[in-house]
Structures are given as C-alpha cells and as structure tokens.
C-alpha cells in the first residue's frame, strides 16, 4: 500500500506541475497586446512569472505585492517596482492606477475575499481588466474524494500536517503556513464573487483535466472547463462604474 500511495502521488505531483505550466500559457494568452501597460501582479514571487506573461505588452510597467521579503527583494532585483504586503489587508497603491491586475493562485489562500475583489476594482482603472486564476472544488479530483468522505485535494484544514485525505500532492511537512488554501472555488462561485463586486465577466477558462496526462488534458480542459483543476476568470472593471 505504501509504494501505491507513493507512485499515485508523484503521477499526481507529475499532473499538478504539467497543469500549472498549461494555467500559465492561457494566461499569457489573455493579456491583451499593447503597445504600453501599468500591471499589477499580486503574490508576485520572484517576478519572472509576470515577465513572462505580459510578453503581449511592448513597454509594460510591472509592480508587484507580496508577504514574503525574500520576494520583495528577488522580483525587484529583475526591475519590478514591488511593496511588501497582505493584498487581503489591502493593496498599497492609488485609486484607478492600473490597466492590468494579475492574481494567480492566490485567492485561495485568503480569508476576506470581498475586501480582495474590492480592492482590485478600486485600483483597476475603468476599462481595466482582471486575469485571475484558483484551483477548482469541482475538479473531477476533488469531487472524487469528496464522494469518499476524504478532505477534498485542494483544501487544507490544518498548517501542520496533511490530514483528511491519504494522498497529497507536495511533501506537506516542508510547506509554510501561509501556503494552506482557505477557500476553494467553483467556477460558478468565483464568477459570482466578481459580479458582486461589480465586475463584468469577459472570459471564463479552464486549464489541465485530471486524471489525464497532457495533450489529452489540455484538450479536454478546453472542452469542459467547469472539472479542470485549474479555474480563471477574466473580468473588467465598467468605464461607468455602478
């Protein structure tokens, strides 16, 4: 059982690593092409994420967010004008400021997501768009375990240890706390969300499709988004707004 358990997680990390390279690719895809943009990446990380997806922008101007010093300093060091921050405590920057906000993989792990959705249109300018993308609970993974009676895959419920599901996709014990995922959202949740914040839904996507290893993933993501692991949203901010 135990070499079972050991080879289903490293197909599942195997998945996990291939869908997040295809989340990265739709995101590209939906930035728009611009001759110049003032983009804002929340959780920014080390910044190359970000350089690599406005690659559409011909002169963007990148800030980023993040909690984590270590990523402050990195994302600066490539030219990313960043602020150390909780985005769930608010976003440091002035009103109608930015053309673009990016948050991906990010939304999950806050508990104040109105104050989150709040503060992107209040940065946004009228116009300006959203690319946002989570992990899905209606994955066809997560609602496997879930008919199991286990804790869903993409929900963490303690910051010590894994617990409520026998298989994981990372080695839990050298995660840190802020890694957990508080909320996990269905396509129809995250869509909603947005809309009560007064955000009009351009594009909703999907990307991977477990168990299925790529291109078979890729192409059924894209035929049923609603059970891809990953979920994204694109949603703009109205000219007038409400």
Excluded at 37 to 61: F, H, T, Y
Excluded at 85 to 94: V, W
Excluded at 98 to 118: G, K, P
Excluded at 204 to 214: C, D, E, I, L, R
């Amino acid at each position: 059982m135990v070499v079972i358990t050991r080879l289903f997680n490293k197909y599942l990390n195997y998945l996990w690593l291939k869908s997040a390279e295809q989340n990265n690719r739709i995101l590209i895809s939906r930035i728009n092409r611009a001759n110049f943009a003032k983009v804002l990446d929340i959780g920014c990380d080390s910044g190359k994420l970000i350089i690599e997806r406005v690659q559409n922008i011909r002169k963007p101007e990148i800030y980023g967010i993040d909690i984590r010093s270590e990523a402050v300093s990195s994302s600066r060091k490539l030219g990313i004008r960043t602020k150390k921050g909780n985005a769930e405590k608010g976003l440091p920057f002035h009103s109608n400021f930015f053309d673009i906000v990016s948050a991906n993989q990010i939304i999950e792990h806050l508990v104040n997501v109105d104050r989150f959705a709040s503060e992107i249109y209040r940065v946004l300018k009228p116009n300006g768009y959203l690319i946002l993308s989570t992990e899905n609970l209606s994955s066809w993974h997560n609602i496997f375990a879930l008919i199991l009676g286990w804790q869903a895959f993409s929900q963490h419920i303690s910051q010590i240890k894994n617990i409520g599901n026998p298989f994981r996709l990372s080695n839990w014990e050298d995660i840190p706390a802020y890694y957990t995922h508080v909320k996990i959202f269905t396509p129809k949740g995250l869509k909603d969300l947005f809309k009560t914040h007064n955000f009009q839904i351009i594009d909703f996507f999907g990307a991977s499709y477990y168990p299925f290893p790529p291109p078979l993933s890729s192409i059924l993501g894209k035929i049923d988004p609603r059970h891809s692991p990953f979920i994204g949203i694109k949603a703009r901010k109205p000219e007038v707004p409400k």
